[in-house]
């Protein structure tokens, strides 16, 4: 097994390192200091977009999630699933927002695609 497949098997031990543990640290501050900025001196609002949204066919893969639903409605549970994905953007979500009137916001939005992980795709990436 790669050095590098397993530090990522075995990611508990792996975060005891101090230069990974600086590095979260560094990530917290960054994110803090963008923060404090658009807000105090640029009057931005932080937002939180939906991670599980309806399910639509079409474009990159998606991560699928089934949901049953555990209603004592007999008839609803003959209905069978629905099917949710986890958010690939928060493009829709912001687009609402700007059509509500709030133009200024910004949000550290965590996002899913169903590919195979490499150096340059992961398949949970923030943007």
Request: hydrophobic share 30%; with cysteine; aromatic share 12%.
């Amino acid at each position: 097994m790669p050095k590098e497949s397993l530090g990522l098997r075995y990611r508990y031990l792996h975060l005891r390192f101090p230069r990974l543990q600086r590095n979260l640290r560094l990530r917290s501050r960054v994110m803090k200091r963008m923060s404090d900025f658009l807000e105090d001196e640029e009057n931005f609002v932080n937002i939180n977009t939906p991670t599980l949204g309806p399910y639509t066919a079409g474009g990159a893969q998606l991560f699928i999630v089934p949901y049953e639903s555990k209603s004592d409605n007999a008839e609803k549970l003959n209905e069978g699933r629905e099917y949710y994905c986890l958010s690939q953007s928060p493009q829709t979500y912001k687009q609402l927002l700007m059509l509500a009137g709030l133009e200024r916001y910004y949000q550290f939005a965590v996002c899913y695609r169903d590919e195979t992980a490499r150096p340059d795709r992961q398949p949970e990436f923030m943007q």
